[in-house]
């Protein structure tokens, strides 16, 4: 016989909440602003070019609104502090708000205006030139603290240009993010971009000078005296962008002026220190050392430069009790620091021991004669502490820190500069305690164990064996209905119509399903209904059912519905009656409850006989199947259920594709109909200038008794025409409010990592700035995944590209087709070539098209021989930032070739073709092979290829002398050179506008 005892012990533990200190709430949210170039003097419409990213870093749901300020040394404009709607952050959660979320914090009637007019901001010229910075914090809706950081935490920077002179350079200034605080950092790794355009129909030859100054006494200046070794040229009408190694001359240490820190320190110490810098450059003549552009405010870029943060420990949540599982098994994990690469960085994990436990825990951390329990290098932002590690005791706190430093590993950590963290990239020191504090009374276990007439009582500790869990089992198939999933759901109506009264612990037949009464009687009452295959009894209620005395429901009029926990769809009419199309209100609160651990089918212990009222879930598959709504009535029950999916991609907040069902249940699955689908099309916002719309009914999915497999998506990618416009066949802008968009099909098990193929775009296309070039898209693939690329696709990055790696989205083209516009041909025919790997995504289309030979080896303008050898067009987002043209020209009478440039002169309407500015190199003497002569002409003469129209024509005017004789060493002369022709020589004759024009 055995025989046990267990000594059990009631332990009764007080909750306090404690409301978070302004302190500490301040430190809770992480706001990003961010400004969209280009940066424009208009206000009406400002919002639309603000992007702000929030970051929830606790585990529960905040509210919340923004604070915050746009101002210059003269103007400042205050957002409004009342009348904004809500932010809703969930656990965790990270939400980008955009234009349309933002317009009412910069609606006239809103702001508070200091330094200028609401008139003339709204209504008139707009912001002033200057330099402005928006800085926006996180304010709780319940108490009106910050939860987030001050200035300058929250903000950014940018310069509202003033008028330029149309004879003047435009120079335009940008520094990318993340900052460094090492100059060779901006020119190495392209962080540092110079936009240059010569407004001028003359050429320029320019070098650079500028200052960058911070808020701390720092100054590092190109002196005007510093001449590089080579000027930047730039053609008339041309738009040049500097980049890397085109500026690194600028800012050799040798060249640069330091005040308030030297240039060891700046070169070989920690950098620049912590402060807001101001970057201004100007370009000047490179040989007189006028001003071509002009100077600050204009050229100017800011940024602010701080340390990065060290990690934020995310779990075990700091002074909690973690499970004392056996064997031990922990997850630690803490943010990745904002800015950095997660390749360049590692971590080292510190445990020790609280000793004495009442010890304050960083000195127990920091301590120099303790050594740690455990201590490990990390290279990713999560650890698993198990029974390979060292054993946690029961009941003790121990101290942990996570130190952020170079991960001195990588490669690529190895060529950059070290990084600088705060606090010496050290976290916050946590505690946790492992398990319930020990007792002076162990609860033991008395085992008696008899083996052949041996016996033993043995005192076991129940905490240090190991048990392994049987497997959840659930409860057991109504035997009555059918064993299949999908099923014939309905019942004939019972023929017995004789009522009786029910009373608590009645048991009544509804339909296929068996109710048990808790409360009331026939006249209104609740009571609880298994639903086997979900292993959970679900409550439900009624008013004036009627019930047979064969204890059946009964009656048209008889209907049973299941109780609703989630109070904002209470008396929702997805609760009592079929809603193929419900309106829910609140999505992310609903799934919020929704994936509560005691809503998931999954987590229900066997054979579960708790009763629950909705929402419950069906977890099982890769989608969720949220139920909403269930009637019971005497033929059969229907069920009103969901799944919504977040879509993390959206800018608009708290944003889910939704697909419904109204469909029939039974105790042991479903009906036959076991789809949900898109009732209506959703409009899903990437960014303020292209959407995704998923197409109703095509975009659907089918479910099980398991849950939901996969989602067929079904829908159209929109670009507005302010990024891309489409052209037809001729590379004419098709008008109106017609769009480029790409459509696509395919089926999901992950809303975040899928991709699609796409057979071709609506149209060819072009951007506003080149119009007449068409732009035609073959292998497309729409890439939404957050974990790879397509094949291909990370060729098409530029440097320093928003969002490029793994985890950028949109749509990769591997060919294109690029047509010149109509007014350039090759003998009346279209120029084409093809270029590869460009994309088209939320900030508009970027590509670097530069074909490697040449796009037009022989072919004819105007009659005249004509090559384009060299052709570049560098676009980003959409914005022309680089292009060039280069070819040769033959003058019919000529042997000679005469080699050419282009600069271009981007469009500025739709109906505004690009025009193309040639610049051709004439030399002083032209071989006539046809005339046995040479001319020799004047520094007047002309060559030039002007539009007339919409043709390209080249025309000849000369001036000189023409010498006509025979070549000396030409083996061709007449009668073998003794003869008067052969040796005929006529010298200088002078000639004036000597006109040669090429046709169509």
Known sequence: MKKQHLIMKWCFVLAISIPLRAAY??????????????????????????????????GRLLECRLSGTLASDNVTITLPESGVPPIILTANQIMQLTGPQLA??????NVSVAGTTK???????????????????????????????AAPSGCFMFTIQQDIPEDAVRLTTQVIPPYSTYLEDYINQNKLMVVLQNRSGTPQ???????????????????PSFVPSRPIVLSPRQVLQLVGNDLREYFGEDVLQYAGISRDDVARGNGLPEGNYQICLQALDYNTGEPRSPGSPLGCAMFDLRQYEPPIIIQPACNTTVNATQPQNILFTWSIPGGVRPDLVEYVLKIVEMYPQSVDPNQAVQAANIPPLFEKVVRTNSYVYTLADPKLEIGKTYAFRVTARMNTASRQARRSAPLNFRNNGNSQVCTFTFGAAATNEVAMEEIVLVHEGFKRTVDVNPIDVLTIPAAQSTMAPDPEDSQACSADCNVPAPANTSSKSIAPGDEVKVGKFTMTVTTGNATAGTGRIAVNFLNTPINVQWNNIQVNTDNEVFGNGSKITAGMDFAALSGNAV???????????????????????????????ANNSQSIGLPVTLDQGNFNLVILGLIFTPTGATMNAITAVELTNSTAPND???????????PNGFG??????????????????????????????????????????????????DLVLPVNASGEVVGGDTRLSASFSTTITNYNNWTASINSLSHAFTIPELVGFKFEASNITLDHSSSSNPAGANNAFPANYPGQGN??????????????????????????????????????????????????????????????????????????????????LQIPISIDELEYEVAFETSTSEDDEVDFHFQISTTQAIDVDMWFAELDLDATSTITIAKEGMVYRPEAILHGNVTISWNPSSASKPGGGTTAVSNINIPDLRFENFRITGGT
């Open 104 to 109: 009412v914090y910069f609606q006239e009637q």
């Open 656 to 666: 889910y594709l939704v697909l419904a069902t109204s469909t029939c249940i039974r």
């Open 672 to 721: 036959d109909d076991t789809e949900l689908v898109l009732a209506d099309n959703k409009t899903i916002p990437l960014s303020n200038r292209v959407s995704m719309i998923l197409q109703q009914k095509a975009t659907k999915a089918t479910f099980d008794c398991q849950g939901i497999d996969a989602i067929e998506v079904s829908g159209t990618l929109r670009f507005d025409r």
């Open 25 to 58: 709430a301040q430190d809770i949210v992480e706001v990003t602003t961010q400004v969209l170039p280009p940066f424009e003097a208009g206000f009406s419409n400002f919002h639309t070019k603000v992007l702000v990213t929030l970051r929830n870093t606790t």
């Open 575 to 605: 609760t009592t009656q079929t809603t193929p199309n419900p309106n829910l209100g609140s999505i992310a609160s609903l799934m919020q409850t929704a994936q509560q651990a005691s809503r998931r089918v999954s987590m229900f212990p």
């Open 119 to 149: 008139q003339e901001l709204y209504h008139g010229s707009g912001l002033p030139g200057g330099n402005y910075q928006l800085c926006l914090r996180a304010v709780s809706i319940l108490n009106n603290e910050f939860l987030s950081s």
């Open 205 to 223: 030859e320019l070098r650079l000078i500028g200052t960058i100054k911070g808020n701390n006494g720092v100054t590092i200046t190109i002196p």
């Open 807 to 888: 985890a950028w989205t949109g749509i990769y083209i591997g060919s294109l087709t690029v047509t010149l516009p109509s007014s350039l041909k090759d003998n009346n025919a279209p120029i084409s070539f093809g270029a590869s790997h460009v994309l088209l995504d939320k900030n508009g289309f970027t590509g670097n098209i530069n074909p490697p030979a040449a796009i037009l080896a022989n072919g004819q303008l105007g009659g005249w021989n004509f090559s384009i050898n060299d052709f570049s067009l560098n676009i980003l987002s959409s914005t022309l930032v680089g292009a060039g043209m280069g070819g040769t």
